[in-house]
């Protein structure tokens, strides 16, 4: 992890009418940098995500990838600045192969054309080739290798959580976004997912993630922000969150017994 920020979010807000969803929320995120966003439910989580995934436009703010303004900008032109994400609901391509529902996640790497394709240009192969064993590498990653060649509605959705983040690898993001990953999964993949995500932030992929388990995501975040009604009232490391009264405050009853379990041991 490098002390540079690659996303950098200033004075965020959005408005709904008379509702502010968020309110002048800032923070960064360091290149290779897992940064969890917590909150109770209506905190604004999910429309930060949105804003800065290209969603929503914000009412007032910046959002900046590696110095570039991407506040405003169309969703496919922040994915090709290298922004994937992921979402709360499994989106998979029906009667697709597993296969080739991770492909798709390449499309903004390829150089091809149409012309370039019906004239069947060496390149387009090449591009193919590799694409395709990208897809398997990142498949036996999520451990998924056994469902190679399957059609993903035989997936469970624990599985199909995988699926989502092996597609948004396989376009090599700078950034990825995690929304709610561990929802669904047995003991044994949230285990594995969590080893996953510490691979990708290692490999210098910067992690933003969403997730209301907080055994998984305490010990995971480098650092964690805290939301409450649209505003931040916290940021530090899970050990500096679990200890501050406003979060207290935040999370009462069994919420706030999650919280104090999930952090790492002092």
Do not use: C, W
């Not at 929503?56 to 990838?65: D, F, R, T, Y």
């Amino acid at each position: 992890m490098t002390n540079a920020p690659l996303i950098r979010v200033e004075g965020l807000t959005k408005r709904f009418g008379g509702l502010i969803a968020v309110e002048d929320l800032s923070f960064d995120v360091g290149s290779g940098e897992i940064l969890a966003l917590i909150g109770p439910n209506g905190a604004g989580k999910t429309t930060t995500f949105n804003l800065i995934a290209g969603v929503l436009s914000p009412s007032a703010g910046q959002i900046a990838l590696d110095g570039r303004r991407i506040d405003g900008m169309p969703v496919h032109k922040i994915a090709g600045l290298g922004m994937m994400r992921t979402f709360q609901h499994n989106m998979p391509f029906a009667g697709m192969s597993l296969t080739d529902n991770v492909l798709i996640g390449s499309h903004r790497k390829l150089r091809a054309s149409v012309l370039d394709i019906l004239a069947g240009r060496a390149f387009v192969r090449d591009e193919e080739a590799q694409a395709r064993q990208r897809a398997s590498e990142l498949i036996d990653f999520v451990g998924l290798d056994a469902y190679r060649d399957a059609d993903v509605t035989t997936l469970s959705f624990g599985e199909g959580r995988l699926l989502e983040i092996a597609r948004a690898l396989a376009g090599s993001p700078r950034v990825i976004l995690l929304d709610e990953p561990a929802a669904g999964l047995t003991a044994a993949e949230t285990s594995r997912l969590s080893a996953m995500i510490r691979q990708i932030a290692a490999d210098g992929v910067s992690v933003l993630l969403v997730e209301h388990d907080m055994h998984f995501l305490l010990p995971l975040a480098h650092r964690v922000v805290v939301l409450n009604f649209g505003r931040k009232i916290a940021e530090g490391t899970s050990r500096d969150i679990v200890r501050d009264p406003a979060v207290k405050e935040a999370y009462l009853g069994e919420a706030a017994g999650a919280l104090r379990e999930g952090a790492p041991d002092a």
